[in-house]
Nanobody
Framework: QVQLVESGGGLVQAGGSLRLSCAAS????????MAWFRQAPGKEREFVAA????????DYGDSVKGRFTISRDNAKNMAYLQMNSLKPEDTAVYYC???????????????WGQGTQVTVAS
């Protein structure tokens, strides 16, 4: 029902910023949640942020609070992740996801993009 494509990843120096984009297509219902996860090699997929497609409530993982901001543009069917004050430990593949339930576990989300690599140099 929903297709997601991430973009905006790349190489950045520690302390720098990047903005990731998630282009959504298909049937997105107002009660859907959009989320960002990340996964580093050898580690489990980690919750980053979530926002309801209709509404302003947001949720963030503890490791990114105060540095990352999730947002959306319903008219453009886009979700974003603004990442500031990047640290080497932020290095991971970042995935956009959507589902009917907001949660911090990957199993809460039904649809996934293919990911975009973010590398933060030390």
């Amino acid at each position: 029902q929903v297709q997601l494509v991430e973009s905006g990843g790349g190489l950045v120096q520690a302390g720098g910023s990047l903005r990731l984009s998630c282009a959504a297509s298909g049937r997105i219902f107002s009660n859907y949640y959009m989320a960002w996860f990340r996964q580093a090699p050898g580690k489990e997929r980690e919750f980053v942020a979530a926002i309801k497609w209709s509404g302003a409530n947001t949720d963030y993982g503890d490791s990114v609070k105060g540095r990352f901001t999730i947002s959306r543009d319903n008219a453009k069917n886009m979700a974003y992740l603004q990442m500031n004050s990047l640290k080497p430990e932020d290095t991971a593949v970042y995935y956009c996801a959507s589902g009917l339930v907001r949660g911090s576990r990957p199993g809460h989300y039904n649809y996934w993009g293919q990911g975009t690599q973010v590398t933060v140099a030390s």
